[in-house]
């Protein structure tokens, strides 16, 4: 099944404590991306990546860092987490450029106290 | 900067009540336009994309249109499974740069009552 994977899928930890959520897809896709959801801000870019070891800002990248050393994974880390990264994380894969949607995983749930 | 606006925010219908949500948009020349359907704690699932004015796409109940400045999303006689929030993002056609990412707007939340 075609599918993008996310884990963990709830994550509660304390502030300064890094962390990674990994991210992987086995659609073949060039693109990735990561966004975060927060109510009454919707969906915002974090960080997308063109394919392997490319990859750059998008909307918000402050306190994050990403990687794409493999085709198929691209996970977030959180080097030194607080309180306001407290979201719903969601990565994606696209198809581009042959088309550009974009496919979600199922998210990450992630707390910081 | 791109800009995507949903209205109405909320939307209550009975099961079999056609109605269309409005997603606005403002870029700079646009690569494309994508509907999406989310259920809640669940990742956004394609629906559409649209390219062009003047195209539609259809699948089951749902229909996509897109003019030069907005789409709307028709909903013929709904049912409570179509119950989740629609969300519109617009993807622009950049001169200069390699960012492909995608603009949301907040999203239509509908419900259907049966």
């Known amino acids: 099944e075609a599918q993008v994977t996310q884990n963990p899928r709830y994550l509660i930890t304390v502030t300064g404590k890094k962390l990674t959520v990994t991210c992987s897809q086995n659609?073949?896709?060039?693109?990735m991306s990561w966004y975060r959801q927060d109510p009454g801000l919707g969906l915002r870019q974090i960080y997308y990546?063109?394919?392997?070891?490319?990859?750059d800002k998008g909307d918000v990248p402050e306190g994050y860092k990403v990687s794409r050393k493999e085709k198929r994974n691209f996970p977030l880390i959180l080097e030194s987490p607080s309180p306001n990264q407290t979201s719903l994380y969601f990565c994606a894969s696209s198809p581009w450029p042959k088309t550009y949607e974009q496919y979600f995983g199922p998210g990450t749930r992630l707390t910081v106290t | 900067e791109d800009q995507v606006t949903q209205s109405p925010e909320a939307l209550r219908l009975q099961e079999g009540e056609s109605s269309s949500l409005n997603c606005s948009y403002t870029?700079?020349?646009?690569?494309?336009l994508f509907w999406y359907r989310q259920d809640p704690g669940k990742g956004p699932e394609f629906l559409f994309t649209?390219?062009?004015a003047g195209e539609e796409k259809e699948k089951e109940r749902l229909k996509a249109t897109l003019t030069k400045k907005e789409s709307f999303l028709h909903i013929t006689a709904p049912k409570p499974e179509d119950s989740a929030t629609y969300l519109c993002?617009?993807?622009?056609?950049?001169?200069?740069?390699?960012?492909?990412?995608?603009?949301f707007g907040k999203g239509t939340l509908l419900t259907v009552n049966p």
């Open positions: 990546s063109m394919n392997v070891e490319v990859t």
């Open positions: 649209l390219y062009s």
């Open positions: 870029v700079s020349g646009l690569r494309g």
């Open positions: 659609m073949n896709h060039e693109y």
């Open positions: 993002a617009v993807q622009a056609r950049y001169s200069g740069g390699s960012n492909y990412k995608l603009t």
